[in-house]
T-cell receptor, first 112, second 118 residues
Framework: DQQVKQNSPSLSVQEGRISILNCDYT??????FLWYKKYPAEGPTFLIS?????DKNEDGRFTVFLNKSAKHLSLHIVPSQPGDSAVYFC???????????FGEGTQLTVNP | GAVVSQHPSWVICKSGTSVKIECRSL??????MFWYRQFPKQSLMLMAT?????????EQGVEKDKFLINHASLTLSTLTVTSAHPEDSSFYIC??????????????FGPGTRLTVL
């Protein structure tokens, strides 16, 4: 039962353009969402998070949007840079817990 | 801040032997540490959650007698893969969370350990 899904295994964009990575979830008890960036053979690096009481959180080039009614969140990166090329995981956490449930990841490639 | 280290970063062992992986929070004390496993091109799967001084909580399907977790202090957790078999070959990643006074709902990940069982 995949409670967090990233339906696009890969995404390719041109440098300078916007990258939009999507994530859907099914568990209505999730109330905190995080995005991580991961390079091969390395641990994930925290990027940005959002609480369910918000619908948007912005940090520099990264913005996360949350649509609770649709159980959907997205990560926008603008402008995209070649160094952003990595696998991006969304993750979710329940109200009462501390465990993270991860999506399958999306490989982002930013072409110069 | 919030640096997590793992040792070793890469280990090869023979089938039937045991391997210990260490996870340390270097500049903070974490109330909770987590162990994940990632197979190639797949997501991170939580194996177990451990709190300092108490028994680990294992996810469904994870054999607690095979994957021994010890969380002796607020800065150190160990995962021992006992009687390893080739199917245990994977990328093992730990994370630490529950920073006192900090962003307690965030987890900070170690660099991972690549285990290859021959």
């Amino acid at each position: 039962d995949q409670q967090v899904k990233q339906n696009s295994p890969s995404l390719s964009v041109q440098e300078g353009r916007i990258s939009i990575l999507n994530c859907d979830y099914t568990n209505s008890m999730f109330d905190y969402f995080l995005w991580y960036k991961k390079y091969p053979a390395e641990g994930p690096t925290f990027l940005i998070s959002i609480s369910s009481i918000k619908d948007k959180n912005e940090d520099g080039r990264f913005t996360v949007f949350l649509n609770k009614s649709a159980k959907h969140l997205s990560l926008h990166i603008v402008p995209s840079q070649p160094g952003d090329s990595a696998v991006y995981f969304c993750a979710a956490m329940e109200t009462s817990g501390s465990r993270l449930t991860f999506g399958e990841g999306t490989q982002l490639t930013v072409n110069p | 801040g919030a640096v997590v280290s793992q040792h070793p970063s890469w280990v090869i062992c023979k089938s039937g032997t045991s391997v210990k992986i260490e996870c340390r929070s270097l500049d903070f004390q974490a109330t909770t540490m987590f162990w994940y496993r990632q197979f190639p091109k797949q997501s991170l799967m939580l194996m177990a959650t451990s709190n300092e001084g108490s028994k680990a909580t294992y996810e469904q399907g994870v054999e607690k007698d095979k994957f021994l977790i010890n969380h002796a202090s607020l800065t150190l957790s160990t995962l021992t893969v006992t009687s390893a078999h080739p199917e245990d070959s994977s990328f093992y990643i730990c994370s630490a969370g529950g920073l006192a006074g900090g962003p307690w709902r965030e987890q900070f990940f170690g660099p991972g350990t690549r285990l290859t069982v021959l």
